[in-house]
Every structure is written in C-alpha cells, then in structure tokens.
Nanobody, 117 residues
Framework: QVQLVESGGGLVQPGGSLRLSCAAS????????LGWYRQAPGKQRELVAT???????NYADSVKGRFTISRDNTKSTVYLQMNSLKPEDTAVYYC???????????WGRGTQVTVSS
C-alpha cells in the first residue's frame, strides 16, 4: 500500500484560497485514479475530486468551478487547489486511491481546512 501524507490545510476566510498537497511514498505512475475526499463533523466522508493517470478529472457538484485537482507523477504528489472557499468546505481533507475509497482501505491523518470569518 502506498503511504499518502496530506498537508496545506489551515484557517482561511470565505472567498480565500488554499492549496493542498498529497505526498506519496512511492511512484504513483501505476495508480489509475487518485482522489481527494473530505469529512465534516457528523457527516459521511465524501468524494471531492478525482484524477486519472491520463489526466481526466471529476468533481463533486459542490466544488465544480472552484477546486482543481492535479497530479505530478514525477514528484509523486497530488494537489488540490481550492479557490472561492465557503464555510461549507470546512472539513478534514484526505487523499487516497479510488480503489481504497471504494473498497474500505486505510486512511491517513488528513489535513484540516476551516473556512470562517
């Protein structure tokens, strides 16, 4: 299993931006789909965005037009650029393989994103 470490979260005002990073312990060339997921207190973990090895992306309706997922296979890193942040975006953000998400794999610590005035 690849080890994934999220970073870049923090406290930001509504309308602000954050860039999250997910560093992998090994090459991610062979991982077809990677994604960002989030979980707010009392809520189920939800998919935010995914990206395939070919660069195809998908986004939750709630973040379309505001968030951008990308991957740099040479750096073994996945990014999530978050713009126009809203209080509803407040959650712990995790990265993982789509396979792990769908089949109950393990999760890392995540990174806290808090959007508040």
């Amino acid at each position: 299993q690849v080890q994934l470490v999220e970073s870049g979260g923090g406290l930001v005002q509504p309308g602000g931006s954050l860039r999250l990073s997910c560093a992998a312990s090994r090459s991610i060339f062979s991982i077809k789909t990677l994604g960002w997921y989030r979980q707010a207190p009392g809520k189920q973990r939800e998919l935010v965005a995914t990206i395939t090895s070919g660069g195809s992306t998908n986004y939750a309706d709630s973040v379309k037009g505001r968030f951008t997922i990308s991957r740099d296979n040479t750096k073994s890193t996945v990014y999530l650029q978050m713009n126009s942040l809203k209080p509803e975006d407040t959650a712990v953000y995790y990265c993982n393989t789509e396979n792990a998400y769908r089949r109950g794999g393990s999760w890392g610590r995540g990174t806290q994103v808090t959007v508040s005035s």
